[in-house]
């Protein structure tokens, strides 16, 4: 018999492409720590995102990344392995 959650899960994980998460980063880093960052700052390799912007934001986004990292999970259901 069908069974529809089975069918829905299938769809739970479509924002995991590469720039599902860049937005959801950007969007997380907004969220959390107030300031706007462009998706084509961040590079995603070996499971980390690299976020290049100054060394002032970038401090700030490494204190507060736990709580970035949180956001995006809530968001696309799935989580980043780091921020540098």
């Known amino acids: 018999m069908f069974n529809i959650a089975q069918y829905l899960e299938k769809f739970k994980n479509l924002g995991g492409t590469e720039k599902g998460l860049k937005e959801a980063l950007v969007f997380a880093v907004k969220k959390v720590v107030g300031v706007d960052i462009e998706s084509r700052n961040i590079t995603l390799k070996d499971g980390e995102a690299i976020i290049k912007v100054s060394p002032i934001i970038k401090?700030?986004?490494y204190i507060k990344?736990?709580?970035?990292?949180?956001?995006?999970?809530?968001k696309i259901g799935r989580g980043v392995g780091g921020i540098r």
């Open 59 to 61: 401090n700030t986004i």
């Open 65 to 74: 990344k736990n709580q970035i990292m949180k956001e995006v999970e809530e």
